[in-house]
């Protein structure tokens, strides 16, 4: 028996369900420059949606202080196209 083989079968909707868990992460990368505009599109990038809280990385400490401060602006902006989101984090990291 090879050492990669699973010794229990995955039920073929555990595999589906996992790979369409960050489907609303997609629909807000789709449209994330429609969201932001184009200035904080390039500081700004959708890393994972968690427990309906939007995690957005920042590219600077300056961004990141602004749009901590401006929060409320910016979940009314996803709502259209995530209306479950509650809430948004933002973190430093590097935009992709």
């Known amino acids: 028996m090879s050492r990669y083989r699973r010794s229990v079968p995955i039920r073929l909707s555990t595999i589906i369900n996992k790979k369409f868990e960050n489907v609303p992460l997609y629909e807000v990368n789709r449209h994330w420059r429609a969201i932001v505009g184009d200035i904080l599109f ?3 990038s959708p890393l994972k949606i968690k427990e309906k809280t939007l995690i957005v990385g920042v590219s600077s400490h300056p961004w990141l202080q602004e749009l901590t401060l401006t929060k ?3 979940l009314e902006k996803i709502k ?3 209306k479950d989101v509650e809430d948004v984090k933002f ?6």
């Open 91 to 96: 973190i430093l990291s590097k935009k992709k």
């Open 80 to 82: 259209p196209y995530w």
């Open 72 to 74: 409320d602006v910016m």
């Open 42 to 44: 390039k500081s700004t």
